[in-house]
């Protein structure tokens, strides 16, 4: 029981130390572990939206709002990333700010198909 609560202690203080970690990392490479992290969960938010209202939609709806996130993702990766002859780079923060939005913008629209009905015409 002993080694148990141990174990439970050790993991509960390596998240806490992995939280305070990001408040104040060490070095750049700290920083762009913590910003993936708040990127991954971005992703995973914009994601769900995305599912969330395309359950809503009708057919013509499904296909604005594939078009629509077709074209936001060639907008943010023009936006948020470039390729040169030495790599490619992405900007995690304006990526991660960028998906933000998104997510919000595809919450407000299944917000609307909830309340008052579905606006095909704000998918654009």
Same mark, same amino acid.
């Given at each position: ?9 050790? *993991? ?9 970690? *990001?408040?104040?990392? %060490? ?17 995973? #938010? ?5 599912? /969330? ?19 936001? !993702? &060639? #907008? %943010?990766?023009?936006?948020?990333? /470039?390729?040169?002859? &030495? ?12 998906? !933000? ?7 407000? %629209?299944?917000?609307? *198909?909830?309340? &008052?009905? *579905? ?6």
């Amino acid at each position: 029981m002993k080694k148990f609560m141990l174990a439970v202690l050790l *993991c509960a203080s390596g998240s806490a130390f992995a939280n305070s970690a *990001c408040d104040t990392p %060490r070095n750049d490479f700290d920083g762009l572990y913590c910003l993936n992290k708040v990127y991954q969960e971005a992703d995973k #938010e914009l994601n769900d939206n995305y599912k /969330k209202l395309a359950a809503r939609l009708d057919a013509n709806g499904k296909q604005s709002l594939k078009s629509s996130q077709l074209s936001w !993702i &060639s #907008e %943010r990766n023009q936006s948020c990333s /470039k390729k040169d002859s &030495s790599g490619f780079y992405v900007n995690l923060d304006c990526a991660t700010h960028t998906t !933000i939005k998104r997510a919000q913008f595809l919450q407000d %629209r299944y917000r609307e *198909c909830t309340s &008052s009905g *579905c606006q095909n015409s704000k998918l654009q």
